[in-house]
Every structure is written in structure tokens, then in C-alpha cells.
């Protein structure tokens, strides 16, 4: 079965230090998306993607940075990690219309100390 | 840009009882409108949606949600919850049409049934 999965599943880090978070989806989507999801503030949009090497920011996008080098695959990289991006993250994918389903991988829990 | 509202943050109900969550967004042009559930440390997925056509909508779990255009609603029922529904519920609108845009999620409403 087609699928979404994230890793890790749960990671602590240090303030200041470098942090990947892996997404990859079996669909062959064209839009994946990045979310983070805070008590209070529900999902909110990191980065986006709608194809291969395009990159779109969201409302929360400072700090954060991704790639797509591939249909696969979007990894969000949080280059200098602050307590402020203590968070879970979710991925989702969908195919490219507004009219489409998105599905969303179980999520990432980032704890950055 | 789009927004929407989720007017009620937590909403405990008694098991077998019904429900409403509430959602309203802001855009005055058409959309589409998303309801989406997420259980307790698991991804969202899809409940329902409204594209066109009929105002109400069934979805998975004997959840519906009606499309109210004057009043830019799309609010959530359940004519008898079960312990089962526990979980947080968002409403996410998207632009009408042929385009590709973000989904725009609401706040979340957490829905606690209690036996």
C-alpha cells in the first residue's frame, strides 16, 4: 500500500545544533507540505512544494528550510534549532488540486532543549 | 487570504449523546471545505469534504457536516457520539477551482466523550 512515513518519530536536540526531519510518500504526489501543529494554534504551514526543485514558504517558515530533489521526498532542515520550534511536525502529500485529499504522515515530536 | 474559525476549542459531550462542532471561514467567494480528524498521537485524516452539489455531506464514522453558503459555515454532526470519537477535529477550506493552493486549517476542536 501506497504510504507517508516520517523519521524519527521523536528526536531531542540541543539549542543551536542542525536538525533534518525525513518525509518520504509512495503516492508519486506532486504537493507535499510541511505543517507544524502547537496547543492553541492547531496546523500551521512551514514550507510547501508543488513539484520537483520548487519550494514555497508558509506562514511559519523562519528558521526552516526544505528541498525537493525528488518526487519522493521533502526533508524540512531546521538550521540553527531555538526552543521556539519545540513542536510536532507533519508532513502531508496530495495530488495537485485543491480538490484533493491529504494525507498526513503520524507526525515527528521535536523537543529542542 | 483564506481563515477559518473553529468557535469551540474543547467540546465534552455524554456518549450517545449528539454533537456540533462548529467551523466558519472567512472567504465571501466559493471554496472547498475539509473536515479532518486526528486521534490521539496519530496524522490527520480525511472525515469529509464539500466540493459542490448537496449542502450536506456524510462522511466516515456517521459524522456529517452541512455547507452553509449565506451564513460561511460548515459545521460538524453526529447524531450519537461513542467514547470511540474521542480525538480533535479541524475544518481546513481551500480556493475554488482548478488551482493549487495550500489547505488552511483551523484551530482544532477536541472532542471528549464521556461515559
Known amino acids: 500500500d501506497a504510504e507517508i512515513t516520517q523519521s524519527p518519530r521523536h528526536k531531542i536536540t540541543e539549542t543551536g545544533r542542525q536538525v533534518t526531519l525525513a518525509c518520504h510518500q509512495t503516492?508519486?504526489?506532486?504537493?507535499m507540505f510541511w505543517y507544524r501543529q502547537d496547543l492553541g494554534h492547531g496546523l500551521r504551514l512551514i514550507h510547501y512544494?508543488?513539484?520537483?526543485?520548487?519550494?514555497n514558504k508558509g506562514e511559519v517558515s523562519d528558521g526552516y528550510s526544505v528541498s525537493r530533489s525528488n518526487t519522493e521526498d521533502l526533508p524540512l532542515t531546521l538550521e540553527s534549532a531555538a526552543s521556539s520550534q519545540t513542536s510536532v511536525y507533519f508532513c502531508?502529500?496530495?495530488?495537485?488540486?485543491?480538490?484533493?485529499?491529504?494525507?498526513f504522515g503520524e507526525g515527528s515530536r521535536l523537543t529542542v532543549l | 487570504a483564506q481563515s477559518v474559525t473553529q468557535l469551540d476549542s474543547q467540546v465534552p459531550v455524554f456518549e450517545e449523546a449528539p454533537v456540533e462542532l462548529r467551523c466558519n471561514y472567512s472567504?465571501?467567494?466559493?471554496?472547498?471545505l475539509f473536515w479532518y480528524v486526528q486521534y490521539p498521537n496519530q496524522g490527520l485524516q480525511l472525515l469529509l469534504k464539500?466540493?459542490?452539489?448537496?449542502?450536506l455531506v456524510k462522511g466516515i464514522n456517521g459524522f456529517e457536516a452541512e455547507f452553509n453558503k449565506s451564513q460561511t459555515s460548515f459545521h460538524l454532526r453526529k447524531p450519537s457520539v461513542h467514547i470511540s470519537d474521542t480525538a480533535e477535529y479541524f475544518c481546513?477550506?481551500?480556493?475554488?477551482?482548478?488551482?493549487?493552493?495550500?489547505?488552511?486549517f483551523g484551530k482544532g476542536t477536541r472532542l471528549s466523550v464521556i461515559a
Open positions: 502531508a502529500s496530495r495530488l495537485a488540486l485543491n480538490t484533493g485529499e491529504l494525507f
Open positions: 503516492w508519486n504526489h506532486n504537493n
Open positions: 512544494s508543488y513539484g520537483v526543485h520548487d519550494t
Open positions: 472567504s465571501s467567494v466559493s471554496v472547498y
Open positions: 464539500y466540493l459542490s452539489g448537496s449542502t
Open positions: 481546513a477550506v481551500s480556493d475554488y477551482g482548478s488551482g493549487n493552493t495550500p489547505l488552511v
